[in-house]
Each structure stands twice: as C-alpha cells, then as structure tokens.
C-alpha cells in the first residue's frame, strides 16, 4: 500500500489537473474580457463626444453665425432704407444669438476651453458691433449711410471670430471623428483577440485534457482490452491523473483475483473431469451390477422359491405346524426379494433408457392406468374420476406409470368407505398443476419428506402390501421431466392429496399422440410406499 501510495504522489490528480486548467482559463477569459470592457468604453467616450458634443456644438455655432448675419443685414437694410421694418431680423438674431450661446455654453463652452475662447471672442466682437448699432437705430437718429460702411467694418470681425470658432469646431470633430475610428478599431482588436483567445483556451482545454486525462484512460483501457482479450497474465500498468493509477491498481488487483480463481476453476474442472471419470466407472459397475442382479441373482433365487413352493406342496400336512410356518416363511421371503429386485432394477433404469420426449395427452394416459387397475378398482367398488387433463411433452409409458402409482395407492390405503380419488390439472404460467385427491387414511405432514424415500415405510408390511418404492419411483419420473411433486400439507382430515408438475408444451401441439402401450410397463412398479396412517 505504501508503495502505490509513493507511486501516486508523483501524479496531479484530475482535481489538481481541472484546478490549473480552470486558473489558466479563468486568467485568459478575465484579460479578455478587461480588454473588451475598455475597448467598449473608448468607443463609447468617442462616441459621446463626437455625437453628443462636437455635432451639436457645431449646429448651435451654425445658428449662432445665422443669428448674427440675421442682425448685420437689418441693420444694414435699415441704414440703407431708412425703413424700420427691417430691423425685425435684428431683435430675432438678439434672440437668437442669446439662445444659441447658452446652448453653447451647455455644450461644454466654457470660460477657459477652446470652445469658451472662440465663444468669448465672438461674443465680444458682436458686442462691439451690438453696440454702435444700437445707437445707429436709436429712435430720434437718422439713418446714415456712412454708417453702414462703417459698421460692415466692424461686423468683419465678427465674421472673423465665427470663422475661427467655426475652424476650430471643424478640427474638434475632425479628431473626434479620428478617436472614434481609433475606438472602434481598438475595439475590432480585441474582439480579435478575444476570438484568438477563445481559440488557445479551446486549445489549451483540448490538448491538457487528452494530454492529462483522454490519453491515460485509452492506455489503460487499452491494456485492459489486452488482458481480456489475449493474455490476461499481462500485468496492468496505468499512468496519468492520481485516480487513474489508483483505478488501474485496482484492476490490477482484480485481474490477480481473477487469474487466480481461473487457476483454481482449472483445478476444479481437472478434478471434476477425474471425478467423472470416476463416477462413468461407478455406473459402469453399476450397470454390470443392475445386469449380474437382474439374472444371476434372480436364477438362484427362483431356484430358492421353486423348491421351497415344492416342499411346501408336497410335505404339506407330513410336518408339524411349526415346520409347515418354516417353508410359509421362505417361500415369503424369496417372493419378497424377487419383488424388490425388479423395483430396485426398474427405478435404477428411469432416466437412463430414456425414450423421446413428444407431446402427449394426460387424458388418455390416465385412461391406461385405469385399464390396468380395473381389477382392483372392481374388487374395492372405488370411483375413479378426472377433470379436464391437458397434453405435455413426456414419455408416456413413464408418465403413465405415475398416475398409476398414485390412484393405487389411493385406493389400497383406504378407510372404511368407499375410495374416491379425483384428478385434476390447472395451469399456471408456463406449467401445468395436476392434483390427486383421495378419501384414504391420510398421511401426518411430518411425514410428507419420509414418504419419498425408496423402501420407506409407515405401516408394517403386513397391514399393507408392497415394497415401498411406488412413490420414489413417481418422484424420479416427475423430476426426470423438469417438474417436482409435494404433498398437500393444507388437505382437510381424512383426505390425501398430491401435487405434481409438468412443463407445458412450448408450442401449439401439432404432432402425432403417441399411442399408450395397454398393460403395466414392465419396468416400472405399480406398487407404493403412501403408507399412511389414520
């Protein structure tokens, strides 16, 4: 742990590496927008200027100089004329000439400026003019003609004077007009800058991102795709940010892991090949067991029985009561170890000699079994009865065997009425739920495992018949086909039931039903272990 601890302090982590990022960004876009603020302020200050200044200051000078011409050539109507009639432009230029000079002084044309100098000066010269007009219109005084000589003279300075104010406005929005343009060409720059900008930070982001992050995970994922795809002893190495080493450490522990669990999966599956070879042996002398049991064993065997029948028959009577319940006892138990010979053989052989599987009605599989317990279902009066049973796909001659098992041992533990034993099926989902219900002794639910043990019994053999293996026997058949049996824990006193399950075909059945065999299969008991109690 130390180890990858001193590895993975010599890499920035992705915080470390997003926090420089994001400063470098954040410098870059924070120079940029500076610029951009000062570039829109020098233009908006030029702007100002030139709009709202040096325009209107212009019109106003330009109706200034109106206002004064206006005046001049009154009075020099007037002196000329003697009319008084045209003095009226000379009263409207004072207005005027008042008007515009405040509007003037408004405009930033102060005492101490350009703009207030000229204004001064004009204002002085018109002063001068004003006055000796004013007393060349004088009432009582009569027009003269020299005077009007006299005052174009002086109204030459005044002219003057508007012309230089009028020079030096011009120039004031000639530069302007020039730090406008300066403004908006700065401004054009540092848009120009900003876009550049934009580009390197674009940049910068890109190749810091591929160079610290993109570029490790596809190295570790491609090794990662390596080791899963060729060779996963390769050993996993990542570089980069802090958290990709630890990551890849980490897959590098778990490819140690899994190599491990697959060294330890090759040494189960060579131990399960070596223990199937076993169990093929096993069955093998199994088989050759089932083979020397099923006629070695059974020839001396029916020798046994044959000739303790003989001498029951013919020394019957000839010994005493007691050697007579000798011979009953032998002859007994050789038909007894015949009977669990052939049960032990046909449960041995379920699932093994298989046939194949088709589609089959239940319904006239049932009706088989019944045909072979008539004799029995006559001698006991029982009422057999069915629903409506479905098709599965099975072998028929097993699944027969099952509903036999079933219905005889409903009938052979009964009580003191008379047997009724009803099957039925319901579906649900993709199986089907048979049930079979009898009016027998019953069975106590602590018994509803026990009763599906081959050769277990409940009763003493002597109360009831069998070897106890019809149940087992059902068990295995039910299982070999994918479904399970129970019994019906829920069944009301006095009543047996059993649930078994089928897979439901997964097709509409369209083959051919396979015909039922009639008879009882050879191999398969139809005797039962339901020994229940009352």
């Not at 479905?390 to 533990?413: C, D, H, S, Y």
Request: glycine share 8%.
């Amino acid at each position: 742990m130390n180890e990858m601890d001193t590895g993975t302090d010599r890499h920035w982590s992705v915080r470390r590496w997003a926090a420089t990022l994001g400063w470098v960004v954040a410098a870059l876009l924070i120079a940029a927008v500076a610029g951009g603020a000062i570039a829109l302020d020098n233009l908006g200050d030029a702007r100002g200027k030139l709009v709202d200044r040096t325009d209107p200051q212009l019109i106003q000078a330009s109706t200034l100089t109106t206002a004064l011409l206006n005046q001049e050539t009154g009075v020099r109507g007037y002196l000329l004329t003697g009319q008084r009639d045209f003095l009226a432009p000379y009263e409207q230029g004072k207005q005027q000439q008042t008007q515009a000079a405040a509007e003037l002084r408004d405009l930033g044309a102060e005492p101490g400026t350009q703009e207030g100098t000229d204004l001064d000066d004009v204002l002085a010269k018109a002063g001068e003019w004003q006055r000796l007009a004013d007393v060349w219109t004088s009432p009582g005084r009569l027009p003269d003609v020299r005077d009007a000589d006299q005052g174009k003279a002086q109204f030459d300075a005044v002219r003057a004077a508007l012309g230089t104010q009028r020079t030096d406005l011009a120039q004031a929005r000639a530069d302007a007009r020039s730090s406008l343009n300066g403004a908006s060409l700065f401004l054009t720059v540092m848009l120009a800058i900003i876009g550049g900008l934009v580009m390197i930070l674009f940049v910068i982001l890109y190749v810091g991102f591929r160079r610290a992050i993109a570029r490790p995970i596809f190295a570790l994922a491609a090794e990662v795709r390596a080791v899963s795809e060729h060779d996963i002893h390769r050993r996993v190495h990542a570089t980069g940010p802090r958290e990709l080493v630890e990551l890849g450490a980490d897959i590098e522990a778990m490819r140690q892991r899994i190599v491990e669990e697959v060294s330890q999966l090759h040494r189960a599956h060579t131990l399960l090949d070596t223990r199937t070879q076993e169990l093929q042996r096993s069955n093998s002398d199994l088989e050759q067991f089932a083979y020397v049991a099923s006629h070695d064993l059974q020839e001396p065997l029916r020798k046994v029985a044959s000739f303790c029948q003989l001498l029951q028959r013919r020394y019957q009577g000839q010994l005493d009561e007691r050697g007579d319940q000798y011979i009953q006892f032998a002859v007994d138990g050789a038909k007894r170890m015949q009977a669990l010979i052939n049960d032990l053989l046909s449960f041995s052989r379920v699932g093994r000699r298989s046939g194949e599987h088709v589609v089959v009605d239940t319904g006239d599989l049932f009706d088989t079994a019944i045909g072979n317990l008539e004799p029995v279902i006559e001698e006991t009066g029982a009422r057999v009865t069915h629903g409506e049973l479905p098709q599965v796909r099975g072998e028929a001659t097993l699944l027969t065997a099952v509903f036999q098992n079933l219905v005889n041992n409903a009938i052979k533990f009964r009580g003191e009425a008379i047997p009724e034993v009803h099957v039925d099926a319901r579906r649900e989902g993709d199986e089907w739920i048979f049930s079979v219900t009898d009016n027998g002794i019953g069975i106590d639910p602590e018994y509803s495992e026990r009763i599906f043990v081959i050769f277990q019994r409940l009763h003493a053999k002597s109360a009831y018949p069998g070897t106890g293996i019809g149940l087992a026997m059902s068990r295995k058949i039910i299982e070999y086909h994918g479904g399970r049996i129970w019994l019906d824990a829920e069944a009301e006193e006095g009543h047996t039931r059993f649930f078994f399950i089928l897979p439901a075909p997964p097709a509409p059945p369209e083959a051919v039903l396979v015909p039922v065999p009639g008879g009882t299969p050879s191999d398969i008991p139809s005797d039962s272990n339901e020994n229940e109690e009352a």
